[in-house]
């Protein structure tokens, strides 16, 4: 079992920044994958971007240049970055966990809400 642990949210203006941070804890497998997806009101949940055990990113076209993904193994935490938001990012970020035995956990989402 692994727990999924959110912070960072909030309200900011557009044009403005904010981090997120997803903690993870209990049965951790070192080859893991992690990343960051959304669901804005009215639509499917997206990929926003992805980071593996070994660092590899990718990033979806509309948050690609604005967005950056990292995170620290020692404290099996992953990181957000977000600059430049818009008006369009508003949406529950959540944070996603899997491994190559199938096994997928999510974090219960935070809200991220821009607008002046």
Do not use: H
Request: proline residues 3%.
């Amino acid at each position: 079992q692994v727990q999924l642990v959110e912070s960072g949210g909030g309200l900011v203006q557009p044009g403005g920044s904010l981090r997120l941070s997803c903690a993870a804890s209990g049965n951790i497998y070192g080859r893991n994958n992690m990343g960051w997806y959304r669901q804005a009101p009215g639509k499917e949940r997206e990929l926003v971007a992805t980071i593996s055990n070994f660092g590899a990113t990718n990033y979806a076209d509309s948050v690609k240049d604005r967005f950056t993904i990292s995170r620290d193994s020692s404290k099996n935490t992953m990181y957000l970055q977000m600059n430049g938001l818009k008006p369009e990012d508003t949406a529950v970020y959540y944070c996603k966990y899997w491994t190559s035995f199938i096994s997928v956990y999510w974090g219960q989402g935070t809200q991220v809400t821009v607008s002046s």
